[in-house]
């Protein structure tokens, strides 16, 4: 009983320290307006890199969001990493509608480089050198007009070198409306709201769906190549930067841009799970101190309620134990208050989005497991890793 005792004190302090943390982050708003659309920026100030794989199913409203940007947009230059599925062939219609549209080929990927990074790399190479800005969109974004112009201005407004946004999510199935906020909840856990202008490396955030990066300032830095055996390159592309002195910030949108991530549980499961943990040259140590208050403050508090509760009137009358029943309740109250808050993150999400806090302690465990699995592969390659990851 003193065994019990002792851990459910060691137990509840830890939460308590997790959750001081986690709420402090909460609690730290957004310090900037979202990004909308309006804005008038010079012509030509944006080239925008789309790094593609086998995309032919996807990437059509992708193009046509970026087709519907104005002038601000100087060139779209789509970087396929040898495509099978007849991507080349999509980008080439696309072009021949709007000359802005380059199709660029980054096959063969040098050894010593993961795919999207050597592909975001080759497009910066290719760029206008006429374009202050580069902009990187996923080909599962979905841009509505204004959205470049919106960034540039925001970016300028509030002097970042970088700038990347929450994307709106399209979610669908039982299942994947279960797992996807669980996983969107860790980041809010480990890094707050969006809105915020980050000024030393602990609190960056970034999304490569969609990022601005001042071009002169990422060739200072090294270009892409910082990020070539990184599993989260959006992350420490925007490290290196503020590392270098620069200022990196995460908003949201009017509703400007959107995503479709995963059609499948299983796909979120196996790829999300591997970038989550954010671990890098730049966070040896303290991604492993985020992914323990995620697990204490996100993933215990259901399994720790019903393991207390079913221990019997004995053990609940312990002080002690009621003590650490009082927090962990306080804790998933926290938790349905954080649901409620990123529900405006989803466009239309299924009925188990309300159900995401049961996949808590699952989504910690993958976590854990991912940041500790020394071979990763994404989409059938194997990703580089060393002193860049």
Same mark, same amino acid.
């Given at each position: 009983m003193?065994?019990w005792h002792?851990?459910?004190?060691?137990?509840?302090?830890l939460?308590?320290a997790?959750a001081s943390r986690?709420?402090?982050r909460?609690?730290?708003?957004? =310090?900037g307006? /979202?990004?909308?659309?309006g804005?008038?920026?010079?012509?030509g100030?944006? /080239?925008v890199v *789309?790094?593609?794989l086998n995309?032919?199913?996807?990437l059509?409203?992708c193009l046509?969001?970026?087709?519907?940007?104005d002038?601000?947009?100087r060139?779209?230059?789509?970087?396929?990493g040898?495509?099978?599925?007849?991507?080349?062939?999509l980008v080439?219609?696309?072009?021949h509608?709007?000359?802005?549209?380059?199709?660029?080929?980054s096959?063969p990927?040098?050894p010593?480089?993961?795919?999207k990074? $050597?592909?975001?790399e080759?497009?910066?190479r290719a760029?206008?050198a006429a374009?202050?800005?580069?902009?990187?969109?996923?080909a599962?974004v979905?841009?509505r007009?204004?959205?470049?112009?919106?960034?540039?201005?925001?970016?300028?407004?509030?002097?970042v !070198?970088?700038?990347?946004?929450a994307?709106?999510?399209?979610?669908?199935g039982?299942a994947l409306?279960?797992?996807?906020p669980a =996983? @969107?909840?860790?980041l809010v856990?480990?890094?707050?709201r969006p809105g915020?202008?980050?000024?030393?490396r602990?609190e960056?955030?970034?999304?490569?769906?969609?990022?601005l990066?001042d071009?002169e300032?990422?060739?200072?830095?090294?270009?892409?190549?910082?990020?070539?055996?990184?599993r989260?390159?959006? *992350?420490?592309i925007a490290?290196?930067? !503020?590392? /270098?002195g620069?200022?990196a910030a995460?908003?949201?949108?009017d509703?400007? !841009?959107?995503?479709?991530?995963?059609?499948? $549980?299983h796909?979120?499961?196996n790829?999300?799970t591997? /970038?989550?943990p @954010?671990?890098d040259?730049?966070?040896p140590w303290?991604?492993l101190v985020?992914?323990?208050?995620v697990t204490?403050?996100?993933?215990? +508090?259901l +399994?720790?309620?019903? @393991?207390l509760l079913?221990r019997? +009137?004995?053990?609940?009358?312990?002080?002690?134990?009621?003590?650490l029943?009082?927090l962990?309740? @306080?804790?998933?109250v926290?938790?349905v208050?954080?649901?409620?808050?990123?529900r405006r993150a989803?466009?239309?999400?299924?009925w188990?989005?309300?159900?995401a806090?049961?996949?808590?302690? +699952?989504?910690a465990l993958r976590l $854990?497991?991912?940041i500790?699995?020394?071979?990763?592969? $994404?989409?059938?390659?194997?990703l580089v890793?060393g002193v860049h990851?």
């Amino acid at each position: 009983m003193r065994r019990w005792h002792a851990g459910v004190v060691l137990l509840g302090l830890l939460q308590a320290a997790a959750a001081s943390r986690v709420i402090r982050r909460l609690r730290a708003g957004p =310090c900037g307006p /979202s990004i909308s659309a309006g804005a008038r920026i010079q012509p030509g100030a944006v /080239s925008v890199v *789309v790094p593609v794989l086998n995309e032919a199913l996807r990437l059509e409203p992708c193009l046509e969001g970026l087709l519907a940007q104005d002038a601000t947009v100087r060139e779209i230059l789509v970087v396929d990493g040898g495509s099978e599925d007849g991507t080349e062939g999509l980008v080439r219609a696309v072009a021949h509608r709007d000359p802005r549209v380059r199709l660029l080929d980054s096959a063969p990927i040098p050894p010593d480089w993961n795919g999207k990074a $050597w592909g975001l790399e080759v497009g910066r190479r290719a760029a206008s050198a006429a374009s202050p800005w580069l902009l990187t969109i996923d080909a599962d974004v979905r841009p509505r007009a204004g959205l470049a112009a919106g960034l540039v201005a925001r970016a300028l407004a509030d002097r970042v !070198v970088t700038a990347s946004v929450a994307t709106v999510q399209d979610v669908s199935g039982p299942a994947l409306g279960l797992l996807h906020p669980a =996983c @969107l909840t860790t980041l809010v856990y480990r890094l707050g709201r969006p809105g915020r202008v980050a000024r030393y490396r602990g609190e960056v955030q970034a999304n490569g769906q969609c990022q601005l990066l001042d071009r002169e300032a990422l060739r200072a830095a090294g270009g892409f190549g910082v990020a070539r055996a990184s599993r989260c390159e959006d *992350v420490t592309i925007a490290r290196t930067l !503020v590392v /270098s002195g620069g200022l990196a910030a995460f908003y949201e949108t009017d509703g400007l !841009v959107s995503v479709r991530m995963y059609d499948r $549980w299983h796909e979120a499961w196996n790829g999300w799970t591997r /970038s989550l943990p @954010l671990r890098d040259r730049y966070t040896p140590w303290s991604s492993l101190v985020g992914l323990a208050e995620v697990t204490l403050a996100q993933g215990l +508090p259901l +399994p720790l309620l019903a @393991l207390l509760l079913g221990r019997g +009137p004995g053990a609940r009358g312990d002080t002690a134990c009621r003590l650490l029943v009082a927090l962990n309740v @306080l804790l998933l109250v926290l938790r349905v208050g954080v649901l409620v808050g990123i529900r405006r993150a989803y466009s239309a999400p299924p009925w188990t989005f309300w159900l995401a806090p049961l996949a808590d302690f +699952p989504v910690a465990l993958r976590l $854990w497991a991912s940041i500790l699995k020394r071979r990763h592969t $994404w989409r059938g390659r194997p990703l580089v890793t060393g002193v860049h990851s």
